[in-house]
Antibody, heavy 126, light 110 residues
């Protein structure tokens, strides 16, 4: 059974960089037919998509986050990572990694997140 | 403010049928399929419905989805206490060029 587990610093200072890793077990991150994503949820609020890592290794992120987002993969460790730079209090949220139920050109699959990590709370505060 | 609009709350009694709506526009629901997620308190979202009305393996057939034009709905029949959760709709948005979520609906089982 596929499992995803987020890890990283739970407290980040304003203007610094948030760094998280998603370890995937029970399946290969290089499996064809899937992509990977980061999603966040501010306390008491709804879900916000952060970005994708496609099967090819290319990435695509939410334009609202401008160029602060970087998503990378370490296939040898079966994990992918998120870096969010210049954080502010507005970036305080539970961060989830998730598997996308598909890959390729059909955009509909990219809102289908069929497996999620448990989430990790990141607080931005001095 | 979310791109997709959901009522903030809904409620029902055990055994009842409840529906949750999700309203969008031509750049999202009007052009793409809709998915639904269930988030039990303190847990990660769970994949509940995809492609408007399909259920992933393991999801009870009490849960069903539909779509018409730029709106979609999630229906839960035979309501149970364990259905008390937040429910989110999601779809692709051509303007954002990414997936968007509704603001979520908190379902209370009275």
């Amino acid at each position: 059974q596929l499992q995803l587990q987020e890890s990283g610093a739970g407290l980040v200072k304003p203007s610094e960089t948030l760094s998280l890793t998603c370890a995937v077990s029970g399946g290969s991150i290089s499996s064809r037919g899937y992509s990977w994503s980061w999603i966040r949820q501010p306390p008491g609020k709804g879900l916000e998509w952060i970005g994708f890592m496609y099967h090819s290794g290319s990435t695509h992120h939410n334009p609202s986050l401008k160029s602060r987002v970087a998503i990378s993969v370490d296939r040898s460790k079966n994990q992918f990572s998120l870096k969010l730079s210049s954080v502010t209090a507005a970036d305080t949220a539970v961060y989830y990694c998730a598997r996308v139920r598909g890959s390729g050109q059909v955009t509909d699959v990219y809102s289908q997140f069929d497996s999620w990590g448990q989430g990790t709370l990141v607080t931005v505060s001095s | 403010q979310s791109v997709l609009t959901q009522p903030p709350s809904a409620s029902g009694t055990p055994g009842q049928r409840v529906t949750i709506s999700c309203s969008g526009s031509s750049s999202n629901i009007g052009s793409h399929t809709v998915n639904w997620y269930q988030q039990l308190p303190g847990t990660a979202p769970k994949f509940l419905i995809y492609d408007n009305n399909q259920r992933p393996s393991g999801v009870p057939d009490r849960f069903s989805g539909s779509k018409s034009g730029t709106s979609a709905s999630l229906a839960i029949s035979g309501l149970q206490s364990e259905d008390e959760a937040d429910y989110y709709c999601a779809t692709w948005d051509d303007s954002l060029n990414g997936p968007v979520f509704g603001g979520g609906t908190k379902l209370t089982v009275l």
